[in-house]
């Protein structure tokens, strides 16, 4: 090969950056899935402990349909939402999901730190005050 | 054609690497500002464009100079500006990267830059300025790089690339008037609102934009062996004369709009600018710095005894793009802002940060323009007969 | 068939591009999660054709008079006190009548004139300079009642429409506000903004849309009741002939800041 070392020496160094984060984790216990908690006070409290939406629903299109609730009631002058359920709410982050999901580093912040996603939502809405336990 | 700017002398290599250094440093400086917002700039809640818009305005106009010499040469069939032609779309390339640049680094969320396309905006002029823009920076990469590779094959270019070159013509003033439309459509800034705007910006760019470039072919002459041509660099010294004119001439038509019909609201920019208001004095010896260095330029360029010599014409050149860039790249800028809408003062001055991070867009722009002036001086080096059967290289 | 290098680096990066452009085209393309029907304004809410708010400065007798209008705005929406004037973040402020009338040059003016306070804030224009110039519709008229609004998801920081506004009327966050929020008085129901965003009075929309009236009118109403006097805000909808900002604009003299610019804005002033 013409300027074979060359070649060959990149290749080294490319394939250790690449299968380097496999290796360092050789041996290490796996990261435990996340298990967003859902015990606030607020959802004790509640008789029949629903969400907005389904359970399923929200997993999957939560940021989707906050993204939607921003531009209805920002842009449109929309704030009240009707579930799939019939039952109304109030769209907002800050007053309506974070009321019931008053723990944000126990239940947004698992599934996001597992996901290594930051959500620039808390840069501005403000976070509700949580206990240090 | 770029494995060309892989081969070089010392020279070109240590050049290239001061370039990333002043980049490097730069770049760390925009890191911290990043973190940290625009505060760390001179920038204030009065004056809220500085150095970096000012910077982009400046620039817009260099690179609408390239078509100074694309227009003659491919509309008139001008053949002195032949070997100029690829140096004038190169440096519009350069000088759009950089206008690009600073506009990134001027906002204040710069990752959601893509919301300018996600939701395009037709009567927001900023909006056509990023479409104007980008466009003419596709041109001018497609025609220069075109017509160089044609050069490089000993071919002729091919012909459906005189349609785009037509267009790159039409479209070079159109990028300056919509920059020029940014600030003469706002309604509350009397400095800027004036149907003018855009037949200065044109002028000071037609001045500023070729005077650059007869500066760039005279280095290229000097380290290379390729020769723009003395025809050519005396043709661009004459247009930088005549626009050099017509710029102080129109600057003096809005001196005499504003303090003839006295009407505090025009003039009290000038007045800031040029004597200082109520003590606040800062841009006092920048702008006389711009008219003396105006006044130098015009001398040596009105007098052809002067602008023949071609190392008096280089000083010439550095006196006109040295004024132009005071002018338009920060006095029109702050001009507009002080006093403000309650007539107070504030004044800017940038920053370290600030001026670092300008230091490193403008090293990015020349790192540009070294690469792809290597690139067309390696092709043309070897071709050594243009078209016309001139010279390309110095014998 | 063989390939030559330049062909195969060609034929990559058209496909990387045209890749990217497609997914990138059907994300902008895919529909809203929402259909019209799941959302709808809220009954309680206050609506109007156009809102105005006129300004009587003869009911402004006291430093207080200012200041509770000022500062329940300013808490109410979670706005910064950063302190120098460089930085400043403001959404209605005071400001003596020649600087808010600037244009009114008179050496013979009565100083108490000349140096009278003045509130002054964004003023919804109806024909806004800053809706024109943004490029991203961060900024915009709502059609269903004149407000001029801030969509801070959207703002990209470029400034434009601080240098189209001819009041001054808008501020810049050069950096994090959050700091400069006293935390002991921070409303908790509305969110603070991030640094590299622009903000200005928005004429509480989000309280209109729940039934209430702006804080700085419901402050000096307030006032007015503990003191007696009468309130130096009044606030309504412009297009109603009945309302009380018509009633008001009908019998007295009034003037807005710099009308010769076009922007007719919804700010009145009334000296009385």
């Not at chain 2, 010294?237 to 504003?258: D, H, Q, R, S």
């Amino acid at each position: 090969m013409y300027d074979g070392w060359k070649i060959i020496l990149g290749l080294i160094i490319f394939i250790g950056i690449a299968i380097f984060p496999f290796v360092y984790d050789v041996g290490k216990a796996s990261i435990p899935p996340p298990e967003p908690k859902l015990d606030t006070p607020e959802i004790q409290k509640m008789a029949v402990k629903k969400c907005v939406e389904s359970k399923s629903f929200m997993a999957a299109e939560h940021m989707v349909m906050l993204n939607d609730w921003r531009d209805s009631v920002v842009r449109d002058g929309n704030r009240i939402y009707i579930a799939n359920d019939g039952k109304e709410y109030v769209m907002s982050l800050q007053n309506t999901c974070m009321k019931c999901h008053s723990n944000k580093t126990k239940f947004c912040d698992e599934c996001h730190n597992y996901m290594a996603v930051t959500p620039y939502c808390w840069d501005c809405h403000i976070a509700p005050k949580e206990e240090k336990t | 054609m770029l494995e060309t700017a892989l081969k070089g002398s010392r020279r070109y290599w240590g050049w290239i690497f001061f370039l990333l250094g002043i980049i490097g440093v730069g770049f760390i400086a925009y890191l911290y500002q990043f973190r940290i917002g625009l505060g760390v700039t001179g920038m204030s809640r009065d004056v809220s464009w500085g150095l970096y818009i000012g910077q982009f305005t400046f620039l817009v106009g260099v690179a609408a100079s390239g078509v100074m010499v694309v227009l003659p040469y491919y509309l008139h069939n001008y053949k002195a500006f032949g070997r100029m032609t690829v140096l004038g779309e190169f440096l519009a390339i350069a000088a759009v990267i950089m206008c690009m640049l600073f506009i990134f680094v001027d906002m204040g969320q710069p990752l959601r830059v893509l919301n300018v396309i996600l939701h395009p905006t037709p009567n927001s002029v900023m909006f056509f300025d990023m479409l104007v823009l980008s466009i003419y920076l596709l041109l001018n990469i497609l025609v220069g790089w075109t017509v160089l590779g044609a050069e490089r094959k000993g071919i002729a270019a091919p012909s459906w690339v005189k349609p785009f070159i037509i267009l790159s013509i039409a479209w070079a003033p159109s990028i300056h008037t919509v920059t020029a439309f940014l600030y003469s459509g706002l309604p509350g800034r009397h400095f800027w609102l004036t149907a003018i705007m855009a037949a200065r910006f044109l002028a000071s760019a037609f001045a500023g934009g070729p005077s650059l470039l007869i500066l760039l072919a005279l280095i290229v002459r000097k380290y290379t062996k390729f020769d723009a041509g003395t025809e050519a660099i005396q043709a661009l010294g004459k247009i930088v004369t005549y626009f050099m004119i017509t710029n102080v001439f129109f600057l003096g038509l809005e001196f005499f709009t504003a303090f003839y019909s006295k009407i505090p609201g025009h003039m009290e920019p000038f007045i800031y600018l040029y004597t200082g208001v109520e003590g606040y004095g800062k841009l006092v010896p920048v702008m006389w710095t711009s008219t003396i260095l105006a006044v130098v330029a015009l001398f040596l360029l009105i007098f052809p005894q002067f602008r023949k010599k071609e190392n008096v014409l280089a000083v010439a050149c550095v006196s006109t793009f040295l004024s132009l860039w005071i002018e338009k790249g920060f006095g029109l800028i702050v001009g507009g802002f002080v006093p403000n809408p309650f007539e107070r003062v504030t004044e800017y001055w940038p920053t370290l940060p600030e001026a670092l991070i300008t230091l490193a867009v403008w090293a990015t722009g020349f790192l540009v323009l070294t690469i792809l002036y290597k690139v067309a001086v390696s092709i043309k080096e070897e071709a050594v007969f243009d078209k016309y059967g001139q010279r390309q290289i110095k014998p | 068939m063989s390939i030559d290098r330049r062909e195969f680096l060609k034929i990559a990066g058209a496909s990387t591009l045209l890749g990217i452009g497609g997914m990138s085209a059907s994300a902008i393309l895919k529909k809203n999660l929402l259909e019209a029907s799941q959302v709808m304004p809220d009954a309680k809410g206050l609506t109007a054709k156009r809102w105005g708010m006129v300004v009587d400065i003869s009911k402004f007798k006291t430093e207080d008079d200012y200041r509770v209008c000022v500062e329940a705005c300013h808490l109410v929406h979670n706005v910064p006190n950063i302190g120098t004037t460089k930085e400043e973040v403001k959404w209605i402020w005071k400001e003596t009548y020649e600087h808010a009338f600037p244009g009114n040059e008179d050496p013979y003016l009565s100083p108490e004139i000349k140096h009278m306070p003045f509130l002054v804030l964004c003023n919804h224009c109806d024909n806004p300079p800053c809706v024109r110039v943004c490029p991203t519709k961060a900024t915009f008229k709502r059609e269903s009642d004149g407000i001029v609004m801030m969509d801070m998801h959207r703002c990209i920081g470029c400034r434009f429409c601080m240098a189209a506004c001819p009041y001054g009327a808008r501020s810049f966050n050069y950096r994090d506000p959050r700091p400069f929020i006293d935390a002991a008085t921070e409303n908790l129901e509305f969110p603070t903004r991030m640094r590299g965003v622009v903000e200005k009075c928005t004429f509480c929309y989000e309280r209109l849309a729940k039934g209430l009236i702006p804080a700085c009118v419901e402050a000096s109403q307030e006032l007015a009741r503990k003191t007696g006097r009468e309130p130096g805000l009044i606030f309504g909808d412009l297009e109603d002939p009945n309302s009380e900002v018509r009633k008001i604009l009908n019998e007295r003299y009034s003037f807005r800041r710099r009308p010769e610019l076009g922007t007719y804005p919804s700010v009145y002033y009334v000296l009385g």
